[in-house]
């Protein structure tokens, strides 16, 4: 039995802004489910009700840059789960609106010092609960430095056993701050300090990470290739190369009980199956007839759920003006429906394309019923991706028989196998550019296959439906890595 800390700045259901806080509740419950002692540290911000949670006699004395900072511990439970969740309550760092800042494009002018309380914290926590970890497992930059300080400190004070593991979401995002921030993580900086901390002029919580983790993983085997490249890598490429090695993709699973055509709550009384299908066509009625389209079953219905922002493909799909999107829309035999919310530009442009065309319709925001009614109601489901670390519609897409219709990079790259006529094998479209022509002659290809191959489309579905991404298959994953 492996114990085993979580140390995240977000979990689902207490605070998500991304996959993130998805994958640390899902690997986790999925862990504690085989067998091993499994513990999750957070902060508690502000909107996380601690009445219901249990708050322990003892506070943490914390040593951040030159004094202590004192933190309450509360603990809760993951849902449908015996994994415990520890909470580090302190109203200055976390008693406020946001997580990391209070707009997504600024973060928290103090989030050097919040985050590496949460990073020391962790190992204050294992003392109080005379519990040590065979492993530190830290996501993304936020907890990063919880690797530094294990290297750097902790080993020599009772975690010499313990392992530090590093798992990257999103490597472009690294917790950059001002040198003088170095401080919260050490005290006196040397030059082998500095190295350690410090990119291009600033303190870089990913780099410590990247640097001192024994193993590091990203959330795709893809992914784990391509930011060992320039264009991937975010300035971190050439540091990952020297630790190829010790890189290692390993995919997200996803949680069957939530999406899943035969058992979802928000398609009822329509759910249907691989074997029993009919009731697909009962959603995509409804979906069209909500979303104002006209109610067409010949006409082939793609749906986008995202955020817009760059890394979605927003600029090439969106472009203001007669852009890709207004062409297919203009050109093609095809309904679009779009969820969304991110930079008020694209916000704009999909209202004028919604009031401007028959055939394409927006919400503006997110709603999870309509995500589940988009996932399942439509025929295809588009991800032009700059980048995608591993994606996850793209997987509830295949469940539901929605053909996905991806770029070829990261995750969508590993679980989207691209339709190939002569063969009849595919599970999707796949392109390679991420340019207006490619995309708006990927459409076009999708939509004839749909009007010429009708038998190929049902049978790639069949496929699409049987494929299966299971959190149980990541987990022994990471339980491999954790035992080298």
Not at 13 to 42: I, Y
Not at 290 to 297: C, I
Request: proline share 4%; charged share 25%.
């Amino acid at each position: 039995m492996k114990k085993i800390l979580m140390v995240t700045s977000e979990a689902v259901p207490f605070a998500k802004t991304g996959g993130l806080a998805d994958v640390v509740s899902a690997l986790s419950t999925e862990l504690k489910k085989l067998g091993h002692d499994v513990r999750v540290l957070m902060p508690r911000y502000y909107h996380i009700d601690r009445t219901v949670l249990k708050k322990h006699d003892e506070a943490l004395g914390i040593w951040l840059g030159r004094g202590e900072e004192w933190t309450a511990v509360y603990e809760g439970v993951l849902p449908e789960s015996e994994v415990p969740v520890y909470f580090l309550d302190h109203e200055r760092f976390f008693g406020r609106d946001g997580i990391y800042g209070h707009r997504a494009d600024e973060g928290f002018k103090d989030n050097a010092a919040r985050y590496s309380l949460l990073s020391r914290g962790a190992f204050q926590l294992c003392r109080m609960l005379h519990w040590t970890p065979d492993v530190v497992h830290c996501h993304d930059w936020p907890s990063a430095p919880a690797c530094y300080l294990l290297k750097r400190e902790e080993q020599d004070k009772g975690f010499k056993n313990t392992k530090g593991i590093l798992t990257i979401h999103n490597i472009g995002y690294q917790g950059e701050f001002s040198l003088d921030d170095a401080v919260y993580l050490q005290p006196e900086i040397d030059m082998l300090n500095l190295s350690t901390l410090e990119f291009s002029g600033a303190l870089n919580f990913l780099k410590a990470g990247i640097i001192t983790a024994d193993k590091i993983t990203t959330v795709s085997p893809t992914y784990a290739e391509e930011i060992k490249r320039y264009d991937f890598g975010f300035g971190m490429d050439g540091l990952l190369n020297y630790r190829h090695e010790d890189l290692q993709g390993i995919l997200n699973g996803i949680d069957y009980k939530d999406w899943n055509p035969e058992t979802d709550k928000f398609i009822e009384p329509d759910n249907f199956s691989v074997n029993k299908i009919s009731g697909k066509s009962a959603v995509k009625k409804k979906l069209q007839k909500e979303m104002g389209l006209p109610v067409n079953q010949k006409i082939p219905l793609v749906g986008i759920v995202t955020r817009l922002v760059d890394q979605k493909g927003i600029v090439e799909l969106f472009r203001p003006g007669f852009g890709t999107m207004y062409s297919i829309c203009k050109d093609m035999n095809v309904q679009f429906v779009i969820l969304g919310s991110g930079e008020s530009w694209c916000e704009e442009e999909l209202n004028h394309l919604s009031a401007e065309l028959p055939n394409l319709s927006v919400y503006i925001g997110y709603n999870n019923r309509l995500a589940h009614m988009i996932e399942a109601g439509a025929d295809f489901f588009l991800m032009p991706s700059r980048y995608e670390p591993c994606g996850l519609n793209q997987i509830y897409s295949l469940s539901y028989g929605t053909l996905p219709i991806v770029r070829n990079t990261g995750g969508l790259a590993d679980t989207v196998e691209n339709y190939d006529q002569e063969k009849g094998t595919g599970t999707g479209f796949v392109f390679d550019d991420l340019r207006p022509d490619v995309i708006y002659n990927v459409m076009k290809w999708v939509v004839e296959t749909w009007e010429e191959r009708r038998e190929d489309i049902r049978k790639m579905r069949k496929r699409a439906m049987k494929k299966r991404f299971s959190w149980e298959d990541s987990a022994r994953e990471y339980l491999k890595l954790y035992g080298e």
